[in-house]
């Protein structure tokens, strides 16, 4: 099923991050070749021609130099994670990447953006993805070494600077243009591949949803929770999802007997019989819907008044059987009444039990 994923990184010498080891991570190539066979495929683009060390031919070297000569504070690359639809070819998500990476490293001011991205796949193609490392540095096709490169530009004089940073990246005015185009390219090549599956790139509460909406746990909690280590996002986020699975079918199951619901009520409505014709058609309708009517409503109160008939019958007979009860009562044995109410009352003796305890001590003689 297709998903839709898109998270936005920068890399920074600021906070310590390296543009070199990112470019090996996500081509599992040096520190990271133990992991080859999860990269399906690497691509670059728009790189700059260097007098000795070309980065067209070598990409990883541009991210390199990134780490050797941008300054302290300056930031070394922009990253697009994002999932690739799992209903698509190796090759449908190469042409997929090529295509969006192209997209977003063309500014709107003119010139390109150097790009390098990777596709990963796991074993069983769980979670198809790609990476996407951006420069901000401009390639506007003046020739210089790497180490003018990554100058601070020269508006005067372009060649005696290195290549002008763009700002088209900052913010969200960047970001959400960036996560929708990606959501009509990937609709686009499921569309064109025969697939009717759909992504969005817009929230629940955007769309309307009633359905909560799920959380992404990622590789690194995943592969922790696989060892038994613990993760401290872990229990959240499968209980969030867990919440939203349940609220995805609470809504399809109020969807459902909405629909069917509304099928029975037109059902009810039509009767099977097409609209009138004439006033007078129309008229006997009504009519004959108003005599139903009647005679259900004289229906319900007729079992209504026998219901109150039987409720009266049985409250009768209970009087009259406890009546009847008391009277045997009497008869058999009257009752004892209290002397504080019936002093002259004197109790009738009753016979000795034969199974009675004499409690008289024996007299001496008889011991």
């Not at 998903?3 to 600021?14: M, P, R, T, V, W």
Request: one cysteine or more; hydrophobic letters at 35%.
């Amino acid at each position: 099923m297709a998903i839709y994923h898109l998270h936005a990184k920068i890399g920074s010498n600021g906070v310590g991050h390296s543009a070199g080891a990112k470019c090996a991570y996500i081509t599992r190539t040096e520190n990271y070749v133990m992991k080859a066979d999860e990269c399906a495929y690497t691509g670059s683009g728009n790189m700059p021609k260097w007098p000795n060390d070309n980065p067209q031919k070598d990409p990883a070297h541009y991210w390199k130099t990134a780490d050797k000569y941008e300054r302290d504070n300056g930031r070394l690359f922009r990253e697009l994670e994002f999932s690739l639809p799992r209903e698509l070819t190796l090759d449908q998500q190469k042409a997929l990447c090529h295509a969006f990476a192209d997209k977003v490293t063309t500014l709107d001011k003119g010139g390109k953006l150097p790009f390098t991205f990777a596709i990963h796949v796991d074993e069983e193609s769980h979670n198809p993805h790609c990476h996407l490392m951006i420069s901000e540095r401009v390639n506007d096709g003046i020739n210089r070494n790497a180490s003018t490169w990554f100058k601070r530009a020269n508006s005067k004089d372009p060649k005696k600077g290195g290549a002008i940073k763009t700002q088209e990246l900052n913010g969200r005015q960047w970001l959400n243009p960036t996560r929708e185009a990606w959501a009509v390219m990937v609709n686009d090549a499921l569309q064109k591949a025969g697939i009717a599956a759909t992504i969005d790139h817009r929230s629940h509460k955007d769309r309307k949803l009633d359905e909560l909406p799920s959380a992404h746990l990622g590789r690194t909690c995943t592969e922790m929770i696989r060892r038994g280590a613990w993760c401290h996002r872990g229990p959240q986020v499968m209980r969030q999802n867990i919440e939203a699975r349940l609220s995805q079918r609470a809504v399809k199951f109020t969807k459902a007997n909405k629909d069917k619901k509304a099928t029975q009520a037109q059902a009810v409505r039509v009767d099977g019989r097409p609209p009138a014709k004439t006033v007078e058609e129309l008229i006997e309708r009504i009519m004959d819907s108003l005599e139903r009517g009647f005679m259900a409503m004289g229906q319900a109160i007729q079992m209504q008044m026998e219901a109150e008939q039987m409720r009266a019958n049985q409250k009768r007979t209970a009087h009259e059987l406890s009546i009847f009860l008391a009277e045997q009562s009497a008869k058999i044995d009257p009752p004892e009444y209290d002397l504080a109410f019936n002093p002259n009352y004197v109790p009738s003796p009753r016979p000795a039990s034969p199974f009675a305890i004499s409690l008289t001590p024996k007299p001496s003689w008889a011991r």
